[in-house]
């Protein structure tokens, strides 16, 4: 495959709710083997650009409009079970209503692969419980499990989506909304080191919409900033974290700074 090829790109990805217009002529790229951080102030447009990226079908009372490449390939042209083999979507709310049992959440990773036999199956779900860290919780069931911990079994399952089948010829990407808002500082940076050795050892391409800027900037390769339903940056870290990009993102002034610990990374105070 050629470099253009290896990606996940939304072109003029437009957006309308109601009488809003949520998103206007949005261009952006998921690169093999990079985590992507997407910005913004809540109603910037983030979950609808993400929506959009995902194909993820409209609601009534919605227009929306653009192309989203998968590898190449129009996403439109792919089945369901095409495109779930080549993405994976952790989005902000889980939908589950019936009170499952973990291992069974996990387990719905494996939907898109009915050609993987148990015993792959059995090794990869252990796998992946250790990584995630949810050993422990895969006797429990849904309903007793706190709200960070549900995040990290979901993640557990769209990592088993992610995994179970391993082609380098074909780019995996994975697309998640705001996967750390219910974790403490200590699982919030264990979950974006797996993210990060998800995308630079898996060659998995990752979108990811967090809120917090020195998360994105310690861990992520590329940040792009939405306001308005509008671009106003992404490239690296040091070349999108200025004071000018950062008002015009939250309308709030910044300094940005090296980091005391780690003097290649980046950190961001507010005035």
Known sequence: MTAMEQCMR????????????????????????EVLALLGANGAGKSTLLSLLAQESQDAGTH???IVFINGRDATLQSSREQARQRAVLPQGSGLTFDLGIEEI???????????DPAQASALLQQVADTAG?????????????????????????LVQLLAKRDDQETRYLLMDEPTS???????HEFFRI???????????VMVIVHDIN???????????????????????DRVLTRENLYATYGIYSRTMTH????????????
């Open 64 to 66: 929306d409009s653009g």
């Open 134 to 158: 949810v050993q422990d919780l895969l006797d429990r069931s849904w309903t007793t499990l706190s709200g960070g911990e549900k995040q990290r079994v979901q993640f557990a399952r769209v």
């Open 106 to 116: 996990i387990q719905m990773g494996l939907y898109p692969y009915p050609e993987l």
């Open 215 to 237: 998360l994105a900037a310690q861990y992520c390769d590329r940040i792009a900033l939405l306001a308005d339903g509008e671009l106003v940056a992404c490239d690296a870290p």
């Open 10 to 33: 939304g072109t003029d990805l437009c957006a309308t709710r109601g009488r809003r217009q949520v998103l206007r002529n949005i261009s952006i790229e998921i690169r093999r083997g």
């Open 195 to 205: 993210v990060s050795n998800l995308a630079h050892k898996d060659k998995v391409g």
């Open 260 to 271: 005391p610990f780690r003097q290649d990374k980046l950190l961001v105070v507010w005035e």
């Open 182 to 188: 219910a974790l403490d500082p200590k699982h919030q």
